[in-house]
């Protein structure tokens, strides 16, 4: 599914992807919840030790759940970008740092892939 990004590639042409094993859902109040089973077996000797959940559920913001709802493999970053500012406005500028940023931390954890 992932291709290998190339540095010469347009960031904003790229399209996220929600992995196919990543839990969320969508709360009462309309932001998105990920949730990170905490199942290897360093967790569950952890678990032992210290009262940790079994799973980590992490809340996004407002900003944070509209990109999540709109990362459906077929838009692009600039796509996204684009509904943000309709949505927002100036509440999100610098739009594209800020959005890049986002994405990339999204990439980091593992929550998505990104494509061509």
Same mark, same amino acid.
């Given at each position: 599914?992932s291709?290998k990004?190339?540095?010469?590639?347009?960031?904003l042409?790229? #399209?996220?992807?929600? /992995?196919?094993?990543?839990?969320?859902? %969508?709360?009462?109040? !309309?932001?998105?919840? *990920?949730i990170i089973?905490?199942?290897?077996?360093?967790?569950?000797?952890?678990r032992?030790?210290?009262?940790?959940p079994?799973?980590?559920? #992490?809340e996004?913001? /407002?900003?944070?759940?509209?990109?999540? %709802?709109n990362?459906d !493999?077929?838009?692009? *970053?600039?796509?996204i970008?684009?509904?943000?500012?309709?949505?927002?406005?100036?509440?999100?500028?610098p739009l594209?740092?800020?959005?890049?940023?986002?994405?990339?931390?999204?990439?980091?954890?593992?929550?998505?892939?990104?494509?061509k």
């Amino acid at each position: 599914m992932s291709q290998k990004i190339k540095k010469t590639d347009n960031f904003l042409d790229l #399209i996220p992807v929600i /992995k196919r094993n990543q839990s969320w859902i %969508k709360k009462e109040n !309309g932001l998105i919840e *990920i949730i990170i089973p905490r199942n290897k077996i360093l967790d569950r000797i952890v678990r032992i030790f210290h009262k940790t959940p079994k799973v980590m559920r #992490i809340e996004l913001d /407002k900003v944070g759940s509209c990109v999540w %709802k709109n990362i459906d !493999g077929k838009k692009n *970053i600039e796509e996204i970008g684009k509904i943000l500012k309709a949505e927002f406005g100036q509440e999100v500028e610098p739009l594209y740092q800020r959005l890049g940023t986002y994405i990339n931390i999204l990439k980091n954890n593992k929550f998505i892939v990104l494509k061509k």
